[in-house]
């Protein structure tokens, strides 16, 4: 049983979409954050960092309420990659990425604004890229557009067809959502999905 509202501090089409697969009623929130890394901060612990702030953020106007909070961070080596907002940046980190693996880093942040208990874990996705050509690239780039993904590519929907393997605990979580550790966490503030 329900009580709380149930909020997703999110703007995501693809988050919201994979909540809405847990047939709960909620709504969603966008939270005005900034989601620049910290210096020296580890990518697990600025995904992990934003996915808190997004949830508290919403709080503030929501001080009885479950509030989801999610970020995702993509690492490729050392380096992180974000959204890369433009046609040129989503081309370079594509091409980085072919024929190697990145780290996807989700984020899941569960906080009851009412009793102050929060729940946070970053949910690791592992995805082998295809070794792409330039043109392929270029194709895929122009057909979806996803520059407001992390990494350059969405894999639910022609994105899966740049990858040649993933492995996690979660598919969910590649897409930024992780629902099976949302559901523990949503069972533990007594929120049952089934």
Known sequence: MQAQNLILASSSIYRRELLERLQLPFSCISPEVDETALVGELPQETALRLAEMKARKVAEAHPDALIIGCDQVA??????????????????????????????????????????NI???????????????????????????PYH??????????????????????????????????????????VYVI
């Open 75 to 116: 690492t490729l080596g050392n380096q992180q990659l974000g959204k890369p907002l433009h046609h040129d940046k989503a081309v370079k980190q594509l091409s980085m990425m072919r024929g190697r693996e990145v780290i996807f880093h989700s984020a899941l942040c569960l906080y009851n604004s009412a009793t102050g």
């Open 119 to 145: 729940q946070a874990e970053v949910v690791p996705y592992v995805v082998k890229f295809r070794n792409l050509s330039d043109d392929q690239i270029e194709r895929y780039l122009r057909k979806e557009q």
């Open 149 to 190: 993904c992390a990494g350059s590519a969405k894999s639910e929907g022609l994105g899966i067809a740049l990858i040649e393997s993933m492995t996690g605990e979660d598919p969910n979580a590649l897409i930024g959502l992780p629902l099976i550790k949302l559901v523990n966490m949503l069972q533990r503030e007594n």
